[in-house]
């Protein structure tokens, strides 16, 4: 998993430092996007970093000038934990202890996250990981046929595959009056 900061030409590097510090706590792979002007000071910035730059050209492509190095040594339970929805810490905790808290509702987050907390970080991370590649449904090839303009809402809505199809029958279709 890596994780993408933009920086356009409206944009500060002032949080920079701080916002990579808290990346680097839920993900081993950080990397800066941004605009090829601001390039020679983000590298001054990153030089001595694992941060990846990646530069969007005048001509709209994207190219990495860094490639991003991996850092597990500052992820937290904590941060992984505060990733994951109800539903996804539930089926980790399940996975790897055969069950979940008996506790009363008031205390029951505060012990699952306790119990997540004990499982080695790195599994911790594995397991974080692979729920948060479940949220994402979206196949390619339902995604090339969606028009430009409705692809950000499509890919950060909670669609199936069948909104997908009836997405498609319906920008197809021929109104008559």
Do not use: W
Request: overall charge positive; glycine content about 2%; charged content about 30%.
């Amino acid at each position: 998993a890596v994780v993408y900061e933009i920086k356009t030409e409206l944009d500060s590097f002032e949080r920079l430092k701080n916002q990579i510090n808290d990346y680097y706590k839920a993900f081993s792979h950080v990397c800066v996007v941004t605009c090829e002007e601001y390039y020679d000071k983000l590298s001054l910035i990153l030089q001595d970093t694992a941060v990846g730059i990646c530069i969007l050209t005048n001509k709209n492509t994207l190219r990495f000038e860094k490639e991003p190095i991996a850092d597990f040594s500052n992820i937290t339970h904590k941060y992984l934990f505060k990733m994951l929805h109800k539903k996804e810490f539930e089926d980790v905790l399940t996975k790897t202890f055969k069950k979940l808290p008996q506790v009363t509702p008031v205390f029951y987050y505060d012990e699952c996250y306790n119990l997540f907390e004990t499982i080695p970080i790195m599994d911790a991370y594995k397991a974080t990981l692979k729920q948060l590649k479940k949220r994402n449904k979206i196949t390619k090839e339902e995604f090339t046929q969606v028009p430009y303009e409705l692809k950000s809402l499509m890919y950060f809505n909670s669609t199936y595959n069948n909104d997908y199809k009836l997405l498609g029958l319906f920008l197809n279709e021929m109104y008559r009056r």
